[in-house]
C-alpha cells in the first residue's frame, strides 16, 4: 500500500523551514528520500535504515520513527534550489522478496519564492 | 561519466501498436527497475529484475513486458494491450537487490504519448 505524504503542496520563503512526513500503514525496514524537479530524474537525498535513525545532508534531515511507521524530512532555512516534489520511498523487509523493492509516497510538492 | 540513458526523450504511440522504450546503464548495477509516473502522483513500479534473465512483475504489469538479456540493457515494452499508456516512464538502477542502503539511480526519462 502506498505512504501518505504530508502535506500535499507547501510554499515558502527563502530561509523558512518546512517538514514533510511520511506515513506507511506497513511494518518499515527502510525509508528513501527523493527530490524531482519538473520533467527531471528523481535524485537521491538519504536512506534511513534503523528505527530513531536521523540523518542530515547540508540543511535538510530526516528522522525514521519505527514504531509509528513514519518518517519525516525537515528542511530547514530553505534555499530557492529546494524547490521540487519530495517523494518517500518505503521497504519493508519481507514484501516480496525483495528488500530494495520500494513503494513510493504520493509527493509533497515544495515551492520556495525569493 | 556513469549514468542511466533512456531513449527516446519523447515517444509517440498509435491504436494498436506496441513500443518499446530503451534503458542502458555504465554503472555496473545488478537491479534494474521501471516506473510509471502520471500527472501529480507518485511511482509506481511497472517490472524489476535483480539480475541477468530474470524479471519480476511490479504493481502495475499489465499490457507491459520486459527483458533482461544484458546487465547493462532493461528494455521495456508497452503493448497494446495497455489502453491508457500516456505517462512518463522512468528507468532506475541500484547496486543490487536486497541491500537495505542502496539508492536507486534514474534517468532522465521517456514521455509517452497517444496519437
Known amino acids: 500500500q502506498q505512504p501518505v505524504q504530508s502535506p500535499q503542496a507547501v510554499i515558502l520563503r527563502e530561509g523558512e523551514d518546512a517538514v514533510i512526513n511520511c506515513s506507511s500503514s506497513?511494518?518499515?525496514?527502510?525509508v528513501h528520500w527523493y527530490r524531482q524537479k519538473h520533467g527531471e530524474a528523481p535524485v537521491f537525498l538519504m536512506i534511513?535504515?534503523?528505527?530513531?535513525e536521523q540523518k542530515g545532508h547540508d540543511k535538510i534531515s530526516a528522522s525514521f520513527n519505527e514504531k509509528k511507521q513514519q518518517s519525516s524530512l525537515y528542511l530547514t532555512a530553505s534555499q530557492l534550489s529546494y524547490s521540487g516534489t519530495y517523494f518517500c520511498?518505503?521497504?519493508?523487509?519481507?514484501?516480496?522478496?525483495?528488500?530494495?523493492?520500494?513503494?513510493f509516497g504520493t509527493g509533497t510538492l515544495l515551492a520556495v519564492q525569493p | 561519466d556513469g549514468g542511466i540513458t533512456q531513449s527516446p526523450k519523447y515517444l509517440f504511440r498509435k491504436e494498436g501498436q506496441n513500443v518499446t522504450l530503451s534503458c542502458e546503464q555504465n554503472?555496473?548495477?545488478?537491479?534494474m527497475y521501471w516506473y510509471r509516473q502520471d500527472p501529480g502522483q507518485g511511482l509506481r513500479l511497472i517490472y524489476y529484475s535483480q539480475i541477468v534473465n530474470d524479471f519480476q512483475k511490479g504493481d502495475i504489469a499489465e499490457g507491459y513486458s520486459v527483458s533482461r538479456e544484458k546487465k547493462e540493457s532493461f528494455p521495456l515494452t508497452v503493448t497494446s494491450a495497455q489502453k491508457n499508456p500516456t505517462a512518463f516512464y522512468l528507468c532506475a538502477s541500484s547496486i543490487a537487490s536486497g541491500i537495505d542502503n542502496q539508492p536507486q539511480h534514474f534517468g532522465d526519462g521517456t514521455r509517452l504519448s497517444i496519437l
Open positions: 520511498g518505503t521497504a519493508s523487509r519481507y514484501y516480496g522478496g525483495a528488500t530494495n523493492k520500494l513503494i
Open positions: 506497513k511494518a518499515l525496514y527502510s
Open positions: 554503472l555496473n548495477h545488478d537491479a
Open positions: 534511513l535504515l534503523k528505527g530513531g
